[in-house]
């Protein structure tokens, strides 16, 4: 019997309807942790729904109840051998970032559940971002021995350096939806994901019936300065690529592991 491997699962999805909201949604059977080829997709999927004239409007969501985001495929993480190898790792959530900075729709982020590493940078580089009382969050890079540089920029600019260091130096506290919402990373915070998503229909529809060009111009004024981010996060990439190779952090990623 053949073992189908992790990183070979997963999916993304567009569906676009008449009023030009298109969803994107991302899959993965372990918690929506992402693997570097669904990474690509996801990256490549906003990059053209920003290119098609028929989409006004973007919402990024993934499957399931229970997770928004798991972060990077551990599989993955702990096959790393070599430098080069370690920076294209990093940089699959970096093209994601890019890809919805540079996207000139506006994304919508639907976050029904908790957001770990990674998943609190896609949280962030969306520009309007809804979540449920479920969707506490953690950066939990410093305690497999790395740190979260490559989602680092997108968090702070969205929650400020207080609040991110705070992230990313309490490496394994989880913080509640409300405390990220009072930093800015979520504008509102449900009860319930029915109710969530009632809300963004009805933002949807309307940036849907708003002027595309005037949304483009807007998007590109709230990302004012991030111009350096495709060489900035390639960086990060590299440094976090570098360090994933010590035997610190290969003893702390097996220790992990373990528990």
């Not at 899959?27 to 990059?47: D, Y």
């Not at 699959?92 to 908790?114: E, M, S, Y």
């Not at 949304?215 to 709230?222: A, D, G, H, P, V």
């Amino acid at each position: 019997m053949n073992t189908i491997h992790a990183t070979e699962l997963g999916n993304v999805e567009i569906q676009t309807n008449d009023k030009g909201i298109a969803t994107i949604e991302f899959s993965h059977p372990l918690s929506n942790s992402l693997p570097g080829k669904i990474l690509q997709k996801l990256a490549n999927t906003i990059t053209e729904a920003g290119q098609n004239d028929a989409i006004k409007v973007i919402i990024l969501k993934s499957a399931g109840e229970r997770a928004f985001c798991a972060g990077a495929s551990f599989d993955e993480l702990i096959a790393i051998d070599d430098l080069e190898t370690g920076k294209t790792f990093f940089s699959g959530f970096a093209n994601v970032i890019n890809a919805a900075r540079k996207c000139p729709k506006l994304i919508i982020g639907r976050v029904q559940g908790k957001a770990v590493g990674g998943g609190v940078g896609m949280a962030s580089a969306v520009d309007y971002c809804f979540a449920t009382k479920f969707a506490a969050v953690k950066l939990s890079e410093l305690a497999v021995g790395i740190g979260p540089f490559v989602v680092g920029p997108a968090v702070e600019r969205k929650i400020g350096t207080s609040a991110m260091s705070q992230l990313a130096i309490n490496a394994t506290e989880w913080y509640p939806a409300n405390w990220a919402r009072e930093k800015g990373l979520y504008t509102d915070v449900y009860e319930t994901a029915e109710e969530m998503d009632e809300a963004i229909e009805v933002l949807a529809n309307k940036l849907a019936n708003s002027n595309p060009e005037a949304m483009q111009l807007l998007k590109q004024i709230f990302w004012e300065g991030t111009e350096n981010w495709d060489d900035l996060l390639s960086e990060r990439a590299a440094m976090s690529g570098k360090l994933v190779l010590s035997d610190f952090t290969k003893n702390a990623i097996n220790a992990f592991k373990k528990k």
